[in-house]
C-alpha cells in the first residue's frame, strides 16, 4: 500500500486504501473473500467487519448501478466489479458479459 487514511465527514468511519500497483490491490481484493477483514485483525478496538469496496468513476458508478438493476430485472444471478470492469452473468455455467456502456445492457434486454 502507498496510503492509508480515513475519509468522509458524514459519522461513518471509512478509510482509502492506495496501493501501488493494480495487482497488489487485486489480490488484497480477492483475498476478501476467503475471511472476513474485522478491526480485530487490524488490531484496532472492538471487533466489527471491514467492509471493503473499489472506488469506481463517476461513470462507473452509474454504469454499476444500471448493470445490479438489469440484473434484478433480468433475473440474472451475479453482477460484478474487477480489474476495473464490470461483468454480468446469468447462472454459474452462462457466458460472462463485460458490460462496457449502456448499449450493452440494453442488447441485453432484446436478448430476452
Excluded: P
Excluded at 461513518?12 to 481484493?29: A, G, N, P, T, Y
Excluded at 483475498?31 to 474485522?38: L, N
Amino acid at each position: 500500500m502507498e496510503k492509508c487514511y480515513q475519509i468522509g465527514n458524514n459519522g461513518k468511519k471509512q478509510i482509502k486504501l492506495v496501493f501501488r500497483d493494480k495487482e497488489k490491490k487485486e489480490l488484497f481484493m480477492s483475498k476478501r473473500k476467503e475471511s472476513q477483514i474485522t478491526t480485530k485483525n487490524l488490531k484496532l478496538t472492538g471487533d466489527s467487519i471491514i467492509y471493503l469496496n473499489h472506488e469506481l468513476t463517476r461513470q462507473n458508478q452509474l454504469l454499476f448501478k444500471l448493470t445490479r438493476d438489469k440484473k434484478r430485472e433480468l433475473q440474472y444471478k451475479f453482477a460484478w466489479f474487477a480489474q476495473g470492469k464490470i461483468f454480468l452473468r446469468k447462472t454459474e455455467d452462462s457466458k460472462i458479459i463485460q458490460v462496457r456502456d449502456e448499449a450493452t445492457l440494453q442488447n441485453l434486454e432484446q436478448k430476452n
